[in-house]
């Protein structure tokens, strides 16, 4: 059985830990730049925009978490949940746990009136997609994702005119 809740402050290294592990999982073991600092701030600083549930087994030990965030969709008109992470342990893959954070995220964009969730997934990451389909979830076909980062995000980004700040 899994239980769903909350993440707290005090999950933050755990989390953490488990984002290493997903990019080791993932191929990219040396991407991961996030520091407690960063991800405290984000999760729990004065406006949070990202948020974190655990999956705990029936001892309360952290088997997993999801994290999230809303988008908008222009054309539903209302918000929805992009899910950035979703990571269950190697041992305590099957028990649950998994189908229980994407429930509890169906839930919450059902709760609140949110037109969607959705997230990622690598095209060699057949387990997932696999366990995603038989939830119902469907890929996008047609749609390819684009990232803007590194030297040309600073390239493209420093080449634009901003508007002078508003003076008072």
């Not at 040396?30 to 405290?40: Q, Y």
């Amino acid at each position: 059985m899994s239980v769903i809740r909350p993440a707290t402050r005090h999950d933050v290294p755990a989390i953490l830990r488990m984002i290493h592990e997903l990019a080791h999982y993932e191929k990219e073991p040396d991407a991961v730049r996030n520091s407690p600092e960063l991800l405290d701030q984000a999760l729990f600083g004065d406006n949070p925009s990202v948020f974190a549930v655990m999956a705990e087994d029936d001892a309360g030990d952290v088997q997993g978490f999801a994290l999230w965030f809303l988008n908008y969709s222009t054309w539903e008109g209302v918000h929805g949940i992009y899910l950035e992470d979703l990571y269950v342990s190697p041992e305590a893959r099957g028990d649950g746990h998994g189908k229980a954070l994407l429930q509890h995220l169906a839930a919450t964009a059902v709760e609140n009136g949110y037109a969607r969730v959705e997230w990622s997934v690598l095209d060699w990451n057949e387990p997932s997609i696999n366990f995603y389909r038989r939830l119902g979830a469907r890929p996008m076909d047609g749609w390819s994702t684009f990232r803007l980062t590194g030297e040309a995000l600073d390239m493209f980004g420093r080449a634009a005119s901003l508007p002078a700040p508003a003076r008072g």
